[in-house]
């Protein structure tokens, strides 16, 4: 048999079972250019020696600094689903202090509790 010549021939295709209504529209509508842009974000996953909890804190801190609230969600649960405990997904919150400012990092916080829903109990004060 010849070479097979079909448009994207033996590339993996990625889908996302849980997608927000324009994320999903876009993946609908060409599903193409979502799978190429799956594929690249696996790439840049596997290309260095991260765990998958540290990408998730890490994807969950950018997502927090272009103010993304869409991609700061997505983010949470998967570092959940990757065994992330929620105290260390709002740790991000607090480092986001002195680089995002205040407001910053409790819009991060907000958007972090929307996903894991009832806050937490107030810390002891260390004296």
């Not at 974000?41 to 609230?69: F, M, N, Y």
Request: glycine residues 12%; aromatic residues 4%.
């Amino acid at each position: 048999m010849g070479k097979d010549t079909r448009k994207n021939a033996g590339k993996k295709k990625v889908r996302t079972t849980h997608l927000p209504a324009g994320a999903g529209d876009l993946l609908r509508r060409f599903p193409d250019i979502w799978d190429a842009y799956a594929q690249l974000g696996e790439l840049c996953s596997e290309a260095g020696p991260l765990d998958a909890r540290t990408r998730h804190l890490v994807k969950i801190a950018l997502a927090a600094g272009v103010g993304s609230e869409g991609a700061l969600h997505s983010h949470v649960r998967r570092g959940l689903a990757e065994g992330l405990d929620p105290d260390q997904i709002r740790h991000v919150a607090l480092l986001a202090i002195p680089t995002l400012g205040l407001p910053g990092a409790v819009r991060t916080m907000t958007w972090i509790d929307d996903v894991l829903g009832a806050k937490p109990k107030k810390a002891a004060r260390k004296r």
